[in-house]
Structures are given as C-alpha cells and as structure tokens.
C-alpha cells in the first residue's frame, strides 16, 4: 500500500507516518519548498519516507505529486491551522484550508480516482455550539476565518464524494495534543512555560480565556481513527474525541501540579490573547466511532499533560 501525507512534518502527518509505516506502507509526504527545512518532527524516520515537494496553492504541483506517488490513500492534513492567525490572515487562511481541499481533490480525481482521500475537518467548524456534545449530525457554526474554512473543505469534500462516487471522507478532529504540538497552540504554551518556569527561566506565564473548554485528547490516537476511517468499505464522516471536556484552567492547574507548583502564584491574565469571537465550550459525542470504527482513546488527559511537560523539561534541559 502506498500512502501520500499533505502536512507530514506537522504534528498529526509525524504521528500518521509513524503509523502506515508500522503497517508496511510506503509513505510519501508532501513539503513547501523552503529556505529552510523543519523536518524535526520527522527526523527519526526521514530515511524511511519520500518527501515529495508540492503546494495547496498549486494545482500544478499537486497533480504531479499525485503521479509521482500513485497513493493507494491520500491523507490531507495540511492548512494554515492556528485559529488566532486566522484573523490576521483570513484570505491566506481561506486559500489554504479551504481551496487547498479542492485544489488537492481534483488532483485525485484527475490523476487516481480509485484512491481513498481523508480531510483533516475540526471541531471548530461547530464554534457557538448548536448543541453538547457534538456529533457527526450536529450543525455548523463557525467563529473564526478558520472555522469557516474548515467548513468549506468539509462540505467539498462531501460534495466530490456524492458527485464523483469518490471514496472521500472527513474526520471531524476534536482537540488532540502532544510533545510535538506547535508551540503556539494553548496546550503546548502552557507546559513550555510551566517547563520555563520550573527550570528558572521564567517568571509568569501569560493566558487569555481560562474559562473555555475543550475536548483534549492524544494525537498518536487520533491518527488511528484517520487510518481506520479509509479501511472501510463505505465512505463516511466521523467525529473523533474523548467525549470529556475541561476548562484552560484546569489543564494549567494539572500542568503546574506536575512540576509541583501552584498556578495562582505564575499565570497573569492577558486580554490581548482573548478571541475576537471566542468558542466557549466544544466537547465530542464520539458513540459512532466507538460503535463502527471499534475505535477509543487509549492516552488520558492526565498522561498527556504530565507526558508533555516532560518532555518541555527534558528538551528545555539541553
């Protein structure tokens, strides 16, 4: 089997490479041409993968990777994907996200029909919720230039699925975290800082909306649930969480308590870190995975934090 990963030096495409690997696939991942390669996330298996330099904003370039490749199944996790840079760039966001997802499944159509496709979708297409806990049924919503995107290259994909009979579908990914998350991502700024803190190197650690919950689990699980969303015979949407939420403060407090520190004594509140339109409360109804996927979460909340601060600690160290 032959797999091709948009965003495969990023957190999710390092897991799922990992993954199809372990399974004896052969993986091709797609990377932007740059000056300057960021291949850390990959660095331990780069010699077992081909890298295959492409671009979301270029149907050209896509294409011809899909006939470099000839992928079995096409795994598209790449997009501009942090939520507050989406409003400083909305239009790029847009081009990425969401005319990425077309661009990238009329290159499948054209070049490998038969192929299977996975589109990375994301619970913050349900932003102000409709409904708690979310599920594959639950209506859209979104509340940032992200969300919107998301939306888009969701319903695109649908919409290649039943026009074209493609085996296309889209996992709607709650919140999933680990060591390698992107520094900017809340979960990933607060045990960098706890871990700063702890080792002396720094004083407080700046937060925005500690009262907004979320749906956190592990990324190495989630990735899982991608892979199994392709093996099945009939193409379908699924929501993938833990179906458990908790608030920014308690997995601050649960960060600190890791290294033995309270929480009130270091975390300063910031309002320029406040969303212009915030999401206060997404937490996953993931019955249907469970049921026809047979798929759970086999990492805890707790685990994942104490792993991550870990691993702050240990690379902080060096």
């Known amino acids: 089997m032959k797999a091709l990963i948009t965003g495969v030096t990023g957190q999710d495409g390092s897991y799922l490479a990992e993954l199809l690997l372990s399974k004896g696939y052969q993986v091709f991942g797609v990377v932007r041409r740059s000056s300057s390669e960021n291949y850390e996330r990959i ?24 006939q470099k490749s000839q992928p079995d199944e096409v795994y598209n996790l790449a997009a501009q994907s942090f939520v507050p840079t989406s409003w400083e760039q909305p239009v790029l966001t847009a081009e990425f996200t969401a005319i990425g997802v077309s661009r990238l499944l009329e290159a499948v159509r054209s070049v490998r029909p038969e192929a299977k496709f996975y589109q990375a979708s994301s619970s913050e297409m349900f932003g102000k919720v409709q409904e708690t806990p979310q599920s594959e049924r639950t209506p859209f919503y979104p509340r940032s230039p992200y969300g919107v995107a998301k939306v888009y290259g969701h319903h695109i994909t649908v919409n290649y699925r039943e026009s074209y009979g493609m085996f296309a579908v889209s996992g709607i990914l709650f919140n999933h975290e680990s060591p390698r998350r992107g520094l900017e991502f809340v979960t990933r700024k607060v045990t960098d800082g706890v871990a700063r803190i702890k080792l002396g190197m720094a004083k407080e650690l700046k937060m925005g909306n500690l009262e907004a919950k979320r749906d956190w689990g592990f990324a190495g699980d989630y990735v899982r649930a991608m892979w199994q969303m392709l093996q099945r015979k009939e193409p379908s949407d699924f929501v993938i969480g833990t179906g458990k939420a908790h608030t920014v403060k308690e997995l601050v407090q649960l960060a600190f308590e890791c290294v033995g520190l309270k929480y009130e004594s270091y975390v300063k509140l910031d309002p320029s870190f406040l969303r212009p339109a915030e ?28 792993m991550m601060v870990e691993a702050d600690i240990k690379r902080l160290s060096r």
Do not use: C, K, Y
């Open 279 to 306: 999401v206060d409360i997404l937490i996953a109804n993931p019955t249907r995975a469970r049921e026809v996927l047979g798929w759970s979460p086999e990492v805890q909340f707790e685990q994942m934090i104490q």
């Open 43 to 66: 660095a331990h298996i780069r010699d077992r993968i081909e890298l295959i330099q492409a671009d979301l904003l270029d149907q050209v370039s896509l294409t011809s990777a899909m």
